[in-house]
């Protein structure tokens, strides 16, 4: 993803979940993608999907985290 697609998007997760310790980032050796965290803590991934132009976030919920 281009740097400003990445900066709109950390602005809009930001706004969105009303917490500004959230944070996009572009990922190493990919740029279809960037990673999103809280402070350090990998939340998912968004997409981009070129045929739109939408994104998609995906995050993993794991079984130990629900306890």
Known sequence: MKPEEIKKLDAYFKRTF???KLQVKARP???DSAEVYIG???LGIV???EDDGDYNFSMAILDI???
């Open 18 to 20: 009303h917490n500004p």
């Open 29 to 31: 050796r990919k740029d």
């Open 40 to 42: 350090d803590e990998f």
């Open 47 to 49: 997409f981009k999907d």
């Open 65 to 67: 985290d629900l306890g």
